[in-house]
């Protein structure tokens, strides 16, 4: 049996949780998100939790048993605190700021990055270099994220780049110089 997917999925206050045959909704306070999902499982709402059940033994429904489980934890979560990623930008004159629904970055190149923000995604600048990704879809908000810290990722010598900001650089020592 699956660790993760016999865990109910606990339905807070002001969430509601509709199944239909070939997909489940979830609807909360920050907005409301749908996922389709394969026949080898079953999603059945019991009072205020979720469980997901497999209806066979075969390798593709335990493979999905645990995946649907964290999909819908992850959609259940979304909705009612949302998701955030945080990114520090390091390098002198490096800088970012969101003009309407573009991202654009002084990283150091001649020319500035524009990255488009996606539908459903916030992004915010503060003080110091900061980025502040957020949105109720996790692997959204983690995807573009990512492409962001992408286009100048951190470098070991100076610490210059973009990193997350719990993400540790280790840090390494340059040339000596004395002979």
Same mark, same amino acid.
């Given at each position: 049996? =699956?660790? *993760?997917? +016999?865990?109910? &999925? /606990? @339905?807070? /206050? $002001? &969430?509601?949780? #509709?199944v239909n045959q070939d997909n489940f909704e979830v609807e909360g306070p920050k907005? +409301?998100? =749908?996922?389709?999902?394969?026949? %080898? *499982?079953?999603i059945v *709402? #019991? $009072?205020?939790?979720?469980?997901? !059940?497999r209806k066979a033994d075969t390798k593709k429904a335990?493979?999905?048993h645990g995946l649907y489980r964290n999909l819908l934890n992850n959609m259940v979560q979304g %909705?009612? !605190?949302g998701y955030k990623k945080t990114l520090v930008i390091n390098g002198v004159g490096y800088r970012a700021e969101v003009q309407d629904k573009l991202l654009v970055m002084n990283l150091g190149y001649s020319n500035d990055y524009v990255a488009s923000i996606p539908e459903? @995604?916030? &992004?915010?600048t503060e003080a110091q270099g900061r980025v502040v990704i957020s949105g109720i879809? #996790?692997?959204q908000v983690g995807e573009f994220a990512a492409q962001v810290r992408k286009l100048r990722g951190p470098e070991p010598y100076k610490g210059k780049g973009i990193r997350y900001e719990t993400e540790v650089i280790k840090r390494k020592v340059g040339k000596s110089g004395v002979k």
């Open positions: 049996m =699956s660790r *993760v997917g +016999k865990l109910p &999925v /606990a @339905i807070p /206050a $002001g &969430v509601k949780v #509709k907005g +409301k998100l =749908s996922q389709e999902y394969d026949p %080898v *499982v079953e *709402v #019991k $009072g205020d939790a979720v469980v997901v !059940n335990r493979s999905c %909705v009612t !605190n459903g @995604i916030t &992004v915010t879809r #996790k692997d």
